[in-house]
C-alpha cells in the first residue's frame, strides 16, 4: 500500500467531523431546547467535532453543556425583543462564533442573532417553535424578523410538518424535517406508591400529570377550567403539574381561591418517578412541535390527552393518544373522565402509544441525520 493509500485509508475511516468546530446557539431555556442541544452533544463529540455551544449562563447551569462535552461561551441571550441586551449578545455572540466551521442556532432568537452575526461559516437554524405573538405592530415585527430569520439560514430544519411547510412558504431556501426526540429517560428509581405517598395522593384516587413551562402557551387555563369541573366529583382526578414559570404566582392564587385540586410541584428532575405513579398525561398547549413529555408519556405506557396542535397529532394520532381542540374545557374534561372510566380503553391507548413510539427516530438517529447535514454543507460527504 503506498503513502498515498494509506492517507486515503486514514480519512475514510476518520469521524466525519473530525477537525471540525461545530457551535451550537441558544436563547434562555429551561426545557427542549435545551433538553435537545445537550442531548446531542456528546454524538457530535464521537463524530470528531469540537462542540462549542453559546447561550446564556443560566441555561448552561441548568443543563451543563460543558459536562457533555461542549466549551461553553456565555452570550446571554434573552427569549425575547430586548434592543440593548440584544446588541450586546450580538458583540458576545461574534467572538463566540469565531473560527466556527459551521453555526447551528435553535430557535428564532438564537437564529435572529447568527444570522444578523453573519459567520463566515454555515448557518443552520431549527425551528423548534411557532411564532404565536403575531397581533399588532409588534406582531408584525416578529414575522418580519421571522422571514429574515428562515430566508438567511442555509438550512431550516423543522421540528413538525406544520413547521416545515410555513418556513417554506416564507421564502426558506432549503428546509428540512427534523423531529426532535426526547432523551430516553432513566429508570424510575421509586414505585408509584412511594410517589403517590410523596405527594399526598391515595391509590385509590386518579391522578392526572402535566409537564412544562408556566407559560400562556400551555393552555393551563383550560386543564384549571376542568379541574373546576372535577372538583365537586366525588371520584375526580387530582392534578399535579411540573414546571416553573411567569404564570405561577397567577395560577397559585387561582387554585387557591378556586379550591381546585392541582397541585404545582416546581420544577422536577424526576419525571419518570411521576409518570409512574400517574394514570393519565395531559397536554393543554395552543401549540407544541413534538412535545416532549408527549413523547416520554408514550414511551412510558401512560394514556395521552393531547391538543391536536403543531406536531402533536404527528405524535399521537392513530389512536396512540386522544387528540383535543385547544382551549375547549368541556372536550379537555369528556376526554379525561372517558379514559379514567373505560380501563380496556386506557389499555388500548397504552399499547398503540408504545406502537407509535417505537418507530420514532432515536437519539443516535438525530445526530447521524446532523452530522450528515454538517457534512454535506462543509463539503465532507
Not at 441558544?26 to 453559546?54: D, N, Q, R
Not at 451543563?64 to 427569549?79: E, N
Not at 409588534?138 to 413538525?160: F, M, P, T, Y
Request: charge should be neutral.
Amino acid at each position: 500500500m503506498t503513502r498515498s493509500d494509506q492517507r486515503s485509508e486514514a480519512l475514510s475511516s476518520a469521524p466525519a467531523l473530525a477537525g471540525r468546530r461545530i457551535v451550537q446557539v441558544l436563547a434562555t431555556s429551561t426545557g427542549g431546547v435545551g433538553t435537545h442541544v445537550h442531548a446531542i452533544v456528546p454524538g457530535l463529540v464521537s463524530a470528531g467535532a469540537t462542540v462549542g455551544v453559546c447561550g446564556p449562563p443560566a441555561t448552561d447551569a441548568l443543563f451543563g453543556f460543558a459536562a457533555a462535552g461542549a466549551q461553553f461561551q456565555p452570550v446571554r441571550i434573552a427569549s425575547g425583543l430586548r434592543p440593548v441586551q440584544d446588541v450586546r449578545a450580538l458583540i458576545g455572540l461574534r467572538r463566540g462564533l469565531s473560527g466556527a466551521d459551521l453555526v447551528h442556532a435553535h430557535g428564532l432568537r438564537a437564529g435572529l442573532l447568527s444570522v444578523l452575526a453573519r459567520p463566515a461559516a454555515p448557518v443552520v437554524v431549527t425551528l423548534h417553535n411557532a411564532l404565536l405573538d403575531t397581533a399588532g405592530p409588534r406582531g408584525s415585527l416578529n414575522k418580519a424578523l421571522e422571514r429574515l430569520v428562515i430566508r438567511g439560514a442555509d438550512v431550516v430544519l423543522a421540528a413538525s410538518l406544520d413547521l416545515a411547510e410555513h418556513a417554506r412558504s416564507v421564502g426558506g431556501r432549503d428546509v428540512r424535517s427534523a423531529p426532535v426526540t426526547a432523551p430516553t429517560l432513566p429508570e424510575a428509581n421509586r414505585t408509584r406508591v412511594q410517589v403517590r405517598a410523596e405527594l399526598g395522593v391515595p391509590d385509590t384516587v386518579p391522578l392526572l400529570l402535566a409537564v412544562g413551562r408556566l407559560h400562556p402557551q400551555k393552555g393551563y387555563d383550560t386543564l384549571l377550567c376542568a379541574a373546576g369541573l372535577w372538583r365537586d366529583r366525588p371520584d375526580g382526578p387530582l392534578t399535579v403539574i411540573a414546571g416553573e414559570g411567569p404564570l405561577h404566582a397567577e395560577m397559585s392564587e387561582q387554585i387557591t381561591r378556586e379550591h381546585l385540586p392541582v397541585v404545582l410541584l416546581g420544577r422536577r428532575n424526576d419525571i419518570a418517578n411521576l409518570l409512574s405513579a400517574c394514570d393519565l398525561v395531559v397536554l393543554t398547549s395552543q401549540w407544541e412541535a413534538r412535545a416532549l413529555v408527549a413523547q416520554e408519556a408514550l414511551r412510558a405506557g401512560r394514556p395521552l390527552v393531547a391538543t391536536a396542535v403543531g406536531g402533536i397529532p404527528e405524535l399521537a394520532g392513530q389512536g396512540a393518544g386522544v387528540l383535543i381542540p385547544p382551549k375547549d374545557c368541556a372536550a379537555l374534561d369528556a376526554a379525561v373522565t372517558g379514559v379514567l372510566g373505560d380501563p380496556a380503553r386506557a389499555a388500548a391507548l397504552v399499547e398503540a402509544g408504545r406502537s407509535a413510539a417505537a418507530t420514532w427516530p432515536t437519539m443516535d438517529d438525530t445526530v447521524a441525520q446532523l452530522s450528515a447535514l454538517y457534512a454535506e454543507l462543509l463539503g465532507a460527504s
